[in-house]
């Protein structure tokens, strides 16, 4: 292994809060370790463009609490093809960057892991999401975030819901996860939560609002997008048959829920992960992501961390709380 | 005129921001001036009902900062009858409530207008709606917290739009009135505002995208529900045909706008209206809104107040300034 | 009059939130009117040490919603003298810099009101500051996020007040002007608010608080910092010595209040001041303040604007109003 | 051990937000078990008084969001009495109530554990306090809202420090504990952190000032209260000794500190804890606090959670990593 001496950083598919962070602590560890460090443009995209910028410390000045991501970001096919790539390990040569960070979820390191095995250059990935879904770290960056903006959202809701009695299916990001939805779930108080996790039969949610607090005619259903009953305005609908006499409303949160400032706990994650990528670097870590589990850093394979198995998160433990607590 | 002993008031339609602080400023005033102060829950619903709780200082302690109404709302279909009037008419005598105070939009006033006059009742209104769309008032209580709660999410928004270069087209409240979309399009810098009172035609925002700097992708478009070209999505499918090119998405902010803690202005204006209405009722004034133009508070008949043209809020000067502003 | 081909436009004094808003809204009405714009750092610093950048739509992207000012700002003693003045006249000479637009409070329309006479140099002025403490607007920028920050900082301070039956003093800023206690004040519903503009004797607090609501121990003061009370540790004092069983806290919310993300009522004033002061320069208004009074635009000499009688906000209706709600 | 029937829950000690979704956990938790719950007013005073309420699902409804305590909170001298004990113990028998739900810090945990050995009373404890300075569990409750205050009032001061370029001194809470300055201190940026646990010379903080970038003249100094330097003012005089020409502020935030919605981890963390204390109880378990460690919830005797040897929290890998950060 030749000896390290220009970083390049690289944010990569959705933005999540916390991003910003990250890039300045990659900076500053780089410079604090008297190292170069250059900025890509737009994930893999500036990579294969060359789209490159030499940072410093003025660069990311001020950016620790700024949401989005100061390198912009893309989602790129080119880089999932040979020529694609040979292009962009051609552009790193030329420019003498000699190792990443890259910062993004699991399409990000699914790219990285070819592009390291092929070429055998050091990586060190960043979970930067908002959806919590990697293995190998408690939170990713942006997922703090991400919860309270739902929270403070539904709260909004939660004043009209009570002000007219009314039952609202509120519908959270998360694909493939729950766990936005589970959190967020219990922060709101919510009557009830359907995540693709849980099988929640459409059939048990109707007994359990039948059989609810008498005197609580206002309620909140927090659904992930990603539910197997099909989204917010499917479980709308099923629940309008059931009950006409119901006041019934939707909302789908959508955007909102992946921008703004980051939470305190969101740049500190992203701030200690980011010096953690440089230093991981330096002693020779490559194909990895570096994340926090029980307050620890530690480093995963990126086929590891891709492998959507958060089972630790959402327990039958979870659960059971979220159905105590919604009484 | 006899002499008002016994005040009542109520909240009805769409709930808003700042509800709570006029609902407290009545009772506040009323005790002051040594009036007896009964709340009506869910609006005309209470007052057919006979749902009337007894009000205090400690009834309102601690509420000026909550969202929604802690009299609950409601819309009434059966305040529209001869005979649920009738039964309204009924209660209030039985109770001794010889004056009313409705917070509210248009419904609640026109429901209001019919009642004073069959029964000779004396009620002031309070304009208690986001929208902005009433006469004789330059603020409704809810607009500024909704414009405000509406630029918090475009910010979001933005942070996303920036980072990956796209086109965002936000989807705000406004079925008749554009004012939400004006206010806020120009407090996010929007690059168009959509709005029913101005004739848009899609192909001058194409033309517009097109004139549009060209080092500067990412844009906002916000658009009122009730704009002629047919919200977001309408919109959104145009420009797509147009645009194969760009990464467009939509986002309707829908139900958070109507809750949350109400901004300083909303409260001050509640606060002063709530006096205002319970020292007019006591003046001998009657079937009025009360309203606050120029810095001072006025009294409109209720059928002007619901008259709809707030020409004077949507000038062209208005519309300049919004097309200056996104250059 | 020579025509205005090029503005340059600065900030001075106290920062305010909106002042970016305004900057970028000089810059896009320039650009609009197809006009040089010239961005002049530190304030009068930077006018007498030529620290001139050439602005575009760039320079203004993405500020609308950031506090402070991206121009900076700075107290300037040497503006002061004939020498300093002659010096930033040369330089906006040599610089064919033709008109300026300066935001700010008093003391930048001072500096600004000399230098127009002195040299025949058209200046419009835009009030710039949280204090409202200006004639010829009904608002000046920044004050209308300062007072809800005053307002969500109170809140959080009333959990705690409410939790522990606390009173607490909570001082503001304001030091010539009550304004922002007056309406933060009504904002969090205070039990009692002290003001520069009103002789509130700490005795007659005393009484209204021996003669408050038994059952409510919790309570907050709001004292103007320029109260002649002598702010919220002479107060507290005064209370200590006469409640020695109660538990008495202090704030002093401090530099907190200058800061933040602008309210879109700020941004939207702003926005709207900032293109009215570039097509004042362009019909020939100079050594005025543009600013808004019942909803139009209007231009002041800078004398009359700096005179502090703002009378008309402060009126014994609207101290009454205070008290009304206090009960 | 006698089968329990009915909970006891107080809150005791400083309120944090956080401790209303305990209260409604610890509550809900009960009924789902089929328990009588009980609240006790003002922590061990409305023990000693016999302050007592029955609690039910409305109680605790729609209270999740709200800082403070509906609880309310006192420190209570006559407590650490023997008679007041035995007042206590009598009142507890009286009522019937036959196990306890404390929330608090270590004074309420002192208290507990003597109460618990006096008259072998089965007490759980939970960890409510913004500190964060308790062993046994990762994280208090109210922590995590109490450094997202700091984050955001130190984000509103870091506008105004970047406008003017000056240093701002900012103290936050910690008396004992430093962890409340150095994680905001990482979230905000900092130029540097003093805390407790590190003994940070001022004459080091002056070198690392002029050995800082020379082109960033603003600066953010997070000081914890206790701090050895002696607070904030204490630090402000030494620096300006030293730079008689920097523009140096102080901001002590006080305080807003406490106040405030939760967020959702606070949320998430109270609702679990609550409902793990009761279900803890329900096993035997006495004389413990509920706390969460590495994910896990964990019971530890109050002995030992009032220990203040956070160590695992302020590592010399902690302080590297802010001096890393603050280059």
Same mark, same amino acid.
């Given at each position: 292994m030749s000896k390290i001496k220009n970083i390049g950083v690289l944010t990569s598919g959705g933005d999540a809060p916390g991003m910003n962070a990250a890039i300045r602590a990659v900076v500053r560890a780089s410079l604090y370790h008297e190292l170069k460090v250059t900025g890509i443009l737009r994930g893999y995209d500036g990579l294969i463009n060359a789209d490159f910028i030499p940072m410093d410390g003025k660069s990311v000045a001020n950016i620790i609490q700024r949401g989005g991501t100061v390198l912009k970001t893309a989602r790129c096919d080119a880089f999932r093809t040979k020529e694609g790539r040979a292009k962009a390990y051609d552009n790193l040569k030329k420019s003498e960057i000699d190792a990443l960070v890259v910062i993004g979820g699991d399409g990000t390191f699914t790219g990285a892991n070819v592009f390291a095995q092929e070429y055998d250059f050091p990586i060190v990935g960043l979970p930067g999401t908002i959806d919590n879904d990697l293995m190998g770290t408690d939170l990713t960056i942006g997922y703090d975030t991400a919860i309270n903006t739902v929270v403070n959202a539904v709260d909004r809701i939660r004043d009209t819901a009570e002000s007219h009695d009314r039952l609202f299916i509120v519908e959270v990001m998360g694909r493939d996860s729950g766990l936005i939805a589970l959190r967020s779930g219990i922060g709101v108080g919510a009557e009830a939560i359907m995540i693709p996790e849980a099988k929640t039969a459409v059939s048990d949610l109707i007994k359990r609002i039948e059989n609810g607090? *008498?005197? *609580?005619a206002s309620k909140i259903i927090v659904v992930a997008e990603g539910d197997e009953a099909g989204g917010a305005y499917n479980v709308g609908k099923a629940l309008e048959k059931k009950f006409p006499n119901y006041d019934i409303r939707i909302s789908v949160l959508g955007h909102i829920q992946r921008g703004g400032k980051p939470t305190c706990m969101d740049r500190v994650l992203a701030s200690r992960l980011g010096v953690a990528a440089v230093e991981g670097l330096l002693e020779g870590k490559a194909g990895v992501m570096a994340g926090q589990v029980n307050k620890e850093i530690i480093f995963t394979p990126f086929a590891g961390a891709i492998?959507?198995?958060?089972a630790e998160q959402i327990t039958p433990a979870w659960l059971k709380l979220a159905e105590i607590l919604s009484m």
């Open positions: 607090r *008498k005197d *609580k492998k959507h198995i958060n």
